[in-house]
């Protein structure tokens, strides 16, 4: 899973998408792009336009699981209450709950997306997901993510504060902790981000935090002191 939150890992999803394309396995084409679309990859655009037509081109009941469709049908119910607009569908279709039971291709199938697609519903779930893609650019503006011993830029450190407090923020642990191993690589004579790192981990396991104080103190910061006395004051807590 760690080489498909890289932000150049396109072509691994590419690949999976089209294995279970092949395998006929459309709902499971859906669950990857649901996958997909929360990781800030480079051809994220791309995809994004890629499960659209993937949405259109097919049947809901072929790329929905039946909990899903059945999920569908209630919440399109229960906004057209909402909003006051009725829905028709052919007799008795309101007691069905079962999408197995559903003609394929008939107009109350297609009917149960048409007002609130799927594809828009899907969207704004995703709204979290859409903010840290719009977060791309920072990634994009790493332009050193290997180690050298000349000084990074100033605007490359800011960069890599922004981006780990974005992902701080909005993206899950493991997320951030692959994010910090990578900055880590660039900024490995850099003590802010070793501390960042080290107070990040912290709050979720000792052990892992004494695995960065370890790294840092004894390879990269030998000389620096402050790691070395935060390691110690962390030392004396547990």
Excluded at 51 to 57: A, P, R, S
Excluded at 200 to 220: D, L, N, P, Q
Aim: a neutral charge; one cysteine or more.
């Amino acid at each position: 899973m760690s080489a498909g939150l890289d932000f150049r890992s396109d072509k691994l999803w590419e690949m999976y998408i089209a294995y279970e394309t092949e395998q006929g396995n459309l709902s499971g084409v859906t669950s990857i792009y649901s996958r997909l679309l929360s990781i800030p990859t480079q051809l994220y655009a791309h995809h994004s336009q890629r499960f659209k037509e993937h949405i259109q081109g097919s049947l809901p009941r072929d790329f929905l699981t039946s909990e899903k469709f059945i999920e569908m049908r209630k919440e399109l119910a229960d906004m057209s209450q909402q909003c006051g607009v009725k829905i028709e569908y052919p007799t008795g279709l309101e007691e069905i709950t079962d999408p197995a039971k559903l003609e394929p291709g008939c107009e109350a199938e297609k009917a149960t997306l048409s007002g609130f697609p799927y594809r828009q519903q899907h969207a704004t779930s995703r709204w979290k997901h859409q903010l840290r893609c719009r977060h791309r650019w920072t990634q994009g503006q790493i332009k050193r993510p290997y180690f050298h011993v000349k000084a990074l830029e100033k605007i490359q450190l800011n960069n890599w504060k922004e981006y780990l407090e974005f992902e701080m923020e909005n993206g899950s642990h493991e997320r951030v902790v692959i994010l910090f191993e990578r900055c880590v690589i660039a900024c490995a004579l850099y003590e802010e981000f070793w501390i960042k790192y080290a107070k990040y981990m912290e709050r979720h396991s000792a052990e892992g935090a004494r695995h960065v104080y370890t790294r840092a103190c004894t390879i990269h910061l030998r000389k620096k002191p402050l790691a070395h006395l935060l390691w110690a004051a962390f030392e004396e807590q547990q």
